[in-house]
């Protein structure tokens, strides 16, 4: 796909690998529609975006607003979900909050509405790119809900590839990066993500701009549907 001149809607695309993918999509060529939940996380990024792209308030979960977003963009080429969908659960299964736990599979549910409701205006040609992250192959402990809805997402992305075909669906799985998910800040921040990676191949937290070069790949590659790119450190391997 050649990027330029294309049109393309970035769900959580005001924050982290969100708004990496919007700013890399914009300097590609791409009329950019930028959603997101949060009314200070599309402000922020306002200003750090150009004119082609637009922002619109809206959460994933309410089915109705997608509708109307994907309407009024019939013949889009391009959908990027990367919304969390929320809070995730951490901690161990046997003594997590069940409503925890399934709250946690609101990403995987905004990913679903999002793919339902905006393929049938996507242009033939069009692709669609999802993330999950890599617990969904190898699950640290206390990240058993994480791993689940990862899992889920990478299994709806194989089988759905072949329903949807020509059009094409991808996903992009992050290690540990560094974006405002993680709330702590100063020498707490660099002391968590340093832990974090201490075992892994590359031993330094990811980038979202890396994720994002990912997630243009995913786009920009024909001939890629129903795969999955890590971009993680080596964090899945032995």
Sequence with gaps: MDLA???????????????????????????????????ANVEKAKAVTGDAVTFRTIDVLDREALTALFEEHHGYDILVNAATGGERASGPFLSMDLDGFQGSFRKLWGYTNSVRLGTE??????????????????????????????????????????????????VVSPGIIDTPMFAVQGDARQQFLDGATRDMLIKRAGTADECAAAILFTLQNDYMTGGRIDIDGGATLP
Excluded at 6 to 17: D, E, F, Q
Excluded at 18 to 28: I, P, S
Excluded at 146 to 162: D, K, Y
């Design 121 to 170: 205006h996507l242009a033939e040609d069009g692709a669609i790119t999802l993330v999950s992250g890599y617990p969904a192959r190898k699950a640290r402990p206390g990240s058993l809900a994480i791993s689940t809805v990862g899992n889920a997402v990478e299994g709806f992305v194989r089988a759905l590839a072949p329903e949807i075909a020509p059009r094409r669906i991808n």
């Design 5 to 39: 001149g294309k049109r393309a809607i970035v769900l959580g695309g005001t924050s982290g690998i969100g708004l990496a993918t919007t700013r890399q999509l914009e300097a590609a060529g791409v009329t950019v529609t930028a959603g997101s939940r949060s009314p």
